[in-house]
């Protein structure tokens, strides 16, 4: 009996050593599986700062943490969530080339004379990444509009960033005449900075909070004001702009001929000034030697001068034949 248990053992395959290492890596690998199934691993690019969420089956969907920009791999629970939002200079830029609307899309308002005028706006900022602030925005803006995907984000903006430039331009503008507007530089600025301050006060109170900063901050320093700007508003009437422009020209070719009038004026009293100072004759002469039409000499006193006398020709006379 001893000699078949031997003979067993003898043709006991060769393998088996292989197959079980290869079925520990298989289990190992399932084993990796599940863990990576079971732990999240966050990972943020260099301009966008994640908030982590807890999720899983056991504890709530609330707040966690904060996972900050160019993070790679790092640990969350089970089931937890990572939202990200950007934290580089953004814009908002309302009609013209790179628009975040249509190209020819423009806030319209009424101006103090009644005329309907289109303005393109430009803003530029940056989200406020104060813990509690940027928690606040997720929660109250950016889950709603699913501002941490970037169609959400435009959709945000849409949503909350254009109704109040819209309310912002529309107050203002009734303190200014259209003219003023369209081509003075001293109005236009006073426009844009009230517009910019009326947007500043709108912004916050229609979001609920001073989510955005300016385009300078950085996290770190002061949160500052949005930067706003304004194109030249435009008359949607073009035959406005037309019947201004001939107006200009009207009056530009009216003060041409005052400046024409005025010099003319002038050269009359200088010349009743020269009357009455050398007579008729005397101003006539005068005109006529400045002219070159009299020509004259001055003869020193008890001076010989020799005046050339013009020569005609002389004809010597003829002989007639047989004279």
């Known amino acids: 009996m001893a000699k078949l248990g031997n003979a067993a053992a003898a043709i006991k395959p060769k393998g088996s050593a292989k197959v079980k290492v290869?079925?520990?890596?298989?289990?190992?690998?399932?084993?990796?599986?599940?863990?990576?199934?079971?732990?999240?691993?966050?990972?943020?690019?260099?301009?966008?700062?994640?908030?982590?969420?807890?999720?899983?089956?056991?504890e709530d969907k609330k707040f966690k943490s904060i996972v900050p920009p160019g993070s790679t791999n790092q640990l969350i629970g089970p089931g937890d969530t990572l939202y990200t939002y950007p934290i580089d200079q953004r814009?908002?830029?309302?009609?013209g080339d790179g628009a975040d609307t249509d190209a020819a899309d423009e806030v319209t308002v009424v101006s103090k004379d009644n005329v309907r005028l289109g303005v393109r706006v430009q803003v530029y900022f940056t989200l406020n990444r104060d813990k509690d602030v940027i928690k606040s925005f997720h929660e109250r803006i950016g889950l709603k509009t699913e501002a941490y995907e970037e169609r959400g984000w435009n959709d945000m903006l849409q949503s909350y960033?254009?109704?109040?430039?819209d309310r912002a331009l529309a107050a203002v503008a009734t303190n200014y005449g259209w003219a003023e507007l369209y081509n003075n530089e001293a109005k236009k600025a006073a426009f844009q900075t009230a517009a910019s301050t009326e947007f500043t006060r709108l912004l916050p109170a229609a979001v609920g909070g001073d989510y955005f900063c300016g385009p300078g901050y950085n996290g770190s320093n002061d949160c500052g004001?949005?930067?706003?700007?304004?194109?030249?508003?435009?008359?949607?009437?073009?035959?406005?702009?037309?019947?201004?422009?001939?107006?200009?020209?009207?009056e530009l070719a009216k003060a041409t001929q005052e400046q024409k009038n005025q010099q003319v004026n002038v050269e009359l009293q200088s010349v009743k000034q020269q009357v009455a100072l050398l007579g008729a004759n005397g101003y006539l002469l005068k005109t006529a030697i400045e002219s070159g039409k009299i020509q004259f000499m001055v003869i020193p006193q008890n001076g010989n001068v020799s005046i050339p006398v013009p020569t005609?020709?002389?004809?010597?006379?003829?002989?007639q034949p047989g004279g």
Do not use: W
């Open 22 to 58: 290869i079925g520990g890596l298989i289990v190992a690998v399932i084993a990796l599986i599940i863990l990576f199934n079971i732990f999240n691993f966050a990972n943020t690019d260099a301009n966008r700062i994640g908030l982590h969420y807890g999720g899983g089956v056991i």
């Open 91 to 95: 814009s908002y830029i309302i009609g």
């Open 161 to 165: 960033f254009r109704p109040q430039i």
């Open 225 to 250: 004001e949005l930067s706003f700007t304004i194109q030249k508003p435009m008359p949607l009437d073009k035959g406005i702009i037309d019947g201004l422009e001939a107006k200009q020209r009207a």
């Open 312 to 319: 005609t020709p002389t004809t010597s006379p003829t002989t």
